[in-house]
């Protein structure tokens, strides 16, 4: 989805959805994981499982008890015991807190797995330009790794395309994008792209060049080694949007494939 300010605006009939799974056992020991949403406007934040307090002994199975979060005390409920659903043990469960009417004493928190955020590989030399990719991305919710090179660029997606054949999982289990400058010492960003795109693993990865030197005359360049978009430094904000929309295209992809 790309960054909007479809929260703050009015009559445009369009929301945003915060997608969460909850794995359960079905009767034969097959397990499902099923989908579900809720409107990013009743979320006031996504937490780690906290400690929690019992509740009295006749209560609802699903309501675990309660906790205290900076001074509030909340309910925890079991939101796939709550539909009647073997939930999956895991230690990575995930805790909603959402608030509806305006009353924070019918905060309703569900325990239920949330996907991680995206993550996106940096390869930029200069460390101002860096940080300033970095926290623009974090604060849109990403996940970011810096590198100061093409070669150590690479050097870290080598070793993430070795884990996910040892450990036989995807790619995107590891990295979901790369935001490359183009001028960069032992490897600049056309030889960095043209070497993700040319990995028989890597090459699903979509690749970003961020940079001084992408004008109408070169950006054929890009082009010939296989980047998905050019972007012009420093255009930050044009640059969130564009990556998410880059993202969930080959996420896309991937699951029709």
């Given amino acids: 989805m790309s960054q909007t300010n479809i929260l703050l605006e009015s009559g445009t009939n369009e929301l945003e959805i915060i997608e969460f799974y909850i794995e359960e056992t079905l009767p034969g020991g097959k397990v499902y994981r099923g989908y579900y949403g809720m409107n990013v406007a009743k979320v006031l934040e996504i937490i780690r499982r906290p400690t929690v307090t019992g509740v009295p002994s006749k209560h609802h199975p699903a309501a675990l008890g309660t906790f205290n979060l900076r001074g509030r005390v ?29 009353s924070t004493a019918e905060a309703v928190v569900a325990a239920a797995s949330v996907p991680e955020p995206w993550h996106v590989l940096i390869a930029d030399d200069s460390s101002a330009i860096r940080n300033m990719i970095g926290s623009t991305l974090e604060k849109a ?37 790369v935001v490359s400058d183009i001028e960069m010492p032992e490897m600049d960003g056309h030889n960095l792209t043209r070497r993700i795109k040319e990995d028989q693993v890597l090459q699903k990865l979509p690749v970003v060049l961020f940079s001084s030197l992408i004008t109408d005359a070169l950006r054929h360049k890009g082009a010939a080694v296989g980047a998905d978009d050019q972007i012009s430094k420093p255009d930050l904000p044009g640059l969130t949007g564009r990556v998410r929309g880059l993202i969930e295209r080959f996420r896309q992809r991937t699951s029709a494939a």
């Fill in 74 to 102: 909340l309910p925890l409920v079991d939101l796939g015991g709550w539909l009647g659903k073997q939930v999956v043990a895991s230690d990575t469960l995930k805790v909603i807190v959402s608030e509806f009417s305006g």
């Fill in 141 to 177: 919710g990403f996940h970011v790794t810096r590198t100061s090179s093409g070669r150590e660029a690479w050097d870290v997606l080598s070793g993430w395309r070795k884990r996910s054949e040892e450990e036989r999982r995807h790619i995107y289990d590891y990295v979901d994008l």
